[in-house]
Antibody
Framework: QITLKESGPTLVKPTQTLTLTCTFS??????????VGWIRQPPGKALEWLAL???????RYSPSLSSRLTITKGTSKNQVVLTMANMHPVDSATYFC???????????????WGQGTLVTVSS | SYELTQPPSVSVSPGQTASITCSGD??????VCWYQQKPGQSPVLVIH???KRPSGIPERFSGSSSGNTATLTISGTQAMDEADYYC?????????FGGGTKLTVL
């Protein structure tokens, strides 16, 4: 059974760096064709993809946020860490991590999602 | 940058067929996924690779793609299908989500 859970601060101040951890079970990030992605959703708004790290340590970032994002495998084998620098109030959102599987056609599918964690940016 | 366009809302009567569209340039050349999100819950994958249903997704959910438009069809719509639906694809190493469609069953 694949499960994922996001953790991190619920409140950050403007200009601070946000660090979120995705802790997962039921799969290995060292298995071919497996990845972990991050997606966020401001209250009442649409999903927005942020980043993905795959089993071979390939990293992909949203072009509009790439200068602020870093995704890494955690020191623990069942964790992925996302950092977002220079947080603004507009970055307030629920942040989800997801297990992703690469299909035969090369794209990744977000097939299992965590429950999400709400982050508010305010002074 | 690549964009996916969805209607903000779709309404359907119980038992009828709901169709939710997703438009993008040459979308037929890409694979599309569909996600269902109920209030306060995480998204759930209901269709991948245009038309494939993951295990556990009811047969009333189906997908298709032609030209610039992908379509999620829900046959015999039930009250439990009321949710937001998002289409998704990949373009040049970037994952793209549509703006979402709120499906109302009334």
């Amino acid at each position: 059974q694949i499960t994922l859970k996001e953790s991190g601060p619920t409140l950050v101040k403007p200009t601070q760096t946000l660090t979120l951890t995705c802790t997962f079970s039921g799969f290995s990030l060292f298995t071919t064709d497996v990845g972990v992605g991050w997606i966020r959703q401001p209250p009442g708004k649409a999903l927005e993809w942020l980043a993905l790290i795959s089993w071979d340590d390939d990293k992909r970032y949203s072009p509009s946020l790439s200068s602020r994002l870093t995704i890494t495998k955690g020191t623990s084998k069942n964790q992925v860490v996302l950092t977002m620098a220079n947080m603004h109030p507009v970055d307030s959102a629920t942040y989800f991590c997801a297990h992703t599987t690469r299909g035969a056609y090369g794209d990744f599918v977000d097939d299992f999602w965590g429950q999400g964690t709400l982050v508010t940016v305010s002074s | 940058s690549y964009e996916l366009t969805q209607p903000p809302s779709v309404s359907v009567s119980p038992g009828q067929t709901a169709s939710i569209t997703c438009s993008g340039d040459n979308l037929v050349d890409k694979y599309v996924c569909w996600y269902q999100q109920k209030p306060g819950q995480s998204p759930v994958l209901v269709i991948h690779q245009d038309s494939k249903r993951p295990s556990g997704i009811p047969e009333r959910f189906s997908g298709s793609s032609s030209g610039n438009t992908a379509t999620l069809t829900i046959s015999g719509t039930q009250a439990m299908d009321e949710a937001d639906y998002y289409c998704q694809t990949w373009d040049r190493r970037t994952e793209i989500f549509g703006g979402g469609t709120k499906l109302t069953v009334l």
